[in-house]
């Protein structure tokens, strides 16, 4: 079946990396995307991978995918305290229903 | 370009009344979606429609929930009666093609006491 994993919480200090893992079952996922979801607001897509691509890098994020786990990842470089927010991944496979993830929350500390 | 705007933001109403929540997507997309986010766990598809027509309503819980989607511009999602847990946030999206980028609105936030 169709299941997406990530730890609930994160918390790190600002300017440091941080790293939001996510897990996936449905290995005919054709794109994974990462939201980013602040209080109060909808959710914004931050970046997205094809799952023919093991990472991308756009600015400060870089996404890792890792197929034969089933295993995304998406780090934040020089962590800002604008970047608290919510997390979350989501799978696409043959329809076009997303499927998310609990959420990360992210909390940056000074 | 005006984004998904979702009406009310916030809906407190005791268990047996009903309740509807309205998306108007983006302008131009045919494709638009509902999903709700109960309790803090992960956010579930509830339906899509391409136009006013029903794609895909297999995450619609029970049928205390109706969708529509007249003339195929702004939806409404009804809930009646509603149960206790109903509770939770319903987020809509919209698309301009299936499969591609889906932008979500800020979401109605629902309570039932």
């Known amino acids: 079946g169709e299941d997406v994993e990530q730890s609930l919480f994160l918390s790190v200090r600002e300017g440091d990396s941080s790293v939001i893992n996510c897990t996936y079952t449905d290995s005919s996922s054709t794109y994974l995307y990462w939201y980013k979801q602040e209080p109060g607001a909808g959710l914004q897509l931050l970046t997205y991978i094809f799952s023919n691509m093991d990472m991308k890098q756009d600015q400060r994020l870089t996404v890792l995918l890792n197929k034969k786990d089933k295993h995304l990842s998406l780090r934040i470089a020089d962590t800002q305290t604008g970047d608290s927010a919510i997390y979350f991944c989501?799978?696409?496979?043959?329809?076009?229903?997303?499927?998310f993830g609990t959420g990360t929350r992210l909390q940056v500390f000074p | 370009e005006a984004g998904v705007t979702q009406f009310p933001s916030h809906s407190v109403i005791e268990k047996g009344q009903t309740v509807t929540l309205r998306c108007d997507p983006i302008?131009?997309?045919?494709?638009l979606y509902w999903y709700r986010r109960v309790m803090g766990k992960e956010i579930k598809f509830l339906l899509h429609?391409?136009?006013?027509?029903?794609?895909?309503e297999s995450g619609m819980p029970n049928n205390r929930f109706l969708a529509e989607r007249t003339g195929g511009t702004y939806s409404t999602l009804k809930v009646q009666p509603a149960e206790l847990e109903d509770s939770g946030v319903y987020f809509c999206?919209?698309?301009?093609?299936?499969?591609?980028?889906?932008?979500f609105g800020p979401g109605t936030r629902l309570t039932v006491l």
């Open positions: 429609f391409v136009k006013e027509s029903k794609q895909d």
């Open positions: 302008s131009g997309h045919d494709n």
């Open positions: 989501a799978e696409m496979g043959d329809t076009d229903k997303l499927i």
């Open positions: 999206a919209s698309s301009r093609l299936r499969g591609y980028e889906q932008f």
